[in-house]
């Protein structure tokens, strides 16, 4: 049974940082590239990083410099370091598990990520 489970949200002040983490079990975790998404109210869901199984990272232009994505292939991990987060970051954030090769992307439930002051 494959599980992807998103943890680390939670409300954070403008400038503040959140780091979200993924654990997925039930996949061979090096087989798949990591990404993770947010959706904000009314709006549809959107990219905000993914890594390889190698370590290539790609990241949506809105969060360069910002966020950082990383994974560790030994505890089958994936993070999303957040800096210097701004109000309009606010979000539910989902992990996704999406294969090399072939189809069958997994998702996460969804972590809710709030920007308040």
């Known amino acids: 049974q494959v599980q992807v489970v998103e943890s680390g949200g939670g409300l954070v002040q403008p400038g503040g940082s959140l780091r979200l983490s993924c654990a997925a079990s039930?996949?061979?975790?090096?087989?798949?590239?990591m990404g993770w998404y947010r959706q904000a109210p009314g709006r549809q869901r959107e990219l905000v990083a993914d890594?390889?199984?190698?370590?290539?990272?790609h990241y949506a232009d809105f969060v360069k410099g910002r966020f950082t994505i990383s994974r560790d292939n030994g505890k089958n991990m994936v993070y999303l370091q957040m800096n210097s987060l701004k109000f309009e970051d606010t979000a539910v954030y989902y992990c996704?598990?999406?294969?090399?090769?072939?189809?069958?992307?997994?998702w996460g439930q969804g972590t809710q990520v709030t920007v308040s002051s």
């Open positions: 996704k598990a999406r294969p090399t090769l072939g189809k069958g992307d997994y």
């Open positions: 039930g996949i061979i975790f090096s087989r798949y590239t």
């Open positions: 890594i390889t199984s190698g370590g290539t990272t």
